[in-house]
């Protein structure tokens, strides 16, 4: 899925899980975990701008253990402001799984 975005700074950021690790996969405690991600990576995105767009291509592939930690665990506010750019239909499907999660 291809998305074209023109924004103003502090109304889009990009935020590229290559660009975090090549290989996400979960493992507690460790510097590439889904929840560093989320805490690192995806949430200051967040708070600095109104729509983030997790590009999610140019990895080794994803565990469900890191998914779910880097998105499930995002509040109700920030779910609505993350858009997915993947070339890979159910990995986008299993992720809004996770952003739907109460």
Known sequence: MAETMTATPGDTEVVRVADFT???FEATGSPTSGRAFRE????PA?????LVTVDL????GF??????A???G??????????????DRSLELEIHDYLAAD
């Open 22 to 24: 090549y290989a996400p």
């Open 40 to 43: 690192n990576c995806l949430a």
């Open 46 to 50: 967040l708070a600095r701008s109104r």
């Open 57 to 60: 291509d140019g990895v080794r």
């Open 63 to 68: 565990s469900s253990a890191f998914l779910e």
């Open 70 to 72: 880097a998105f499930g």
């Open 74 to 87: 995002l509040s109700k506010e920030a779910r609505a402001k993350v858009r997915l750019v993947t070339r």
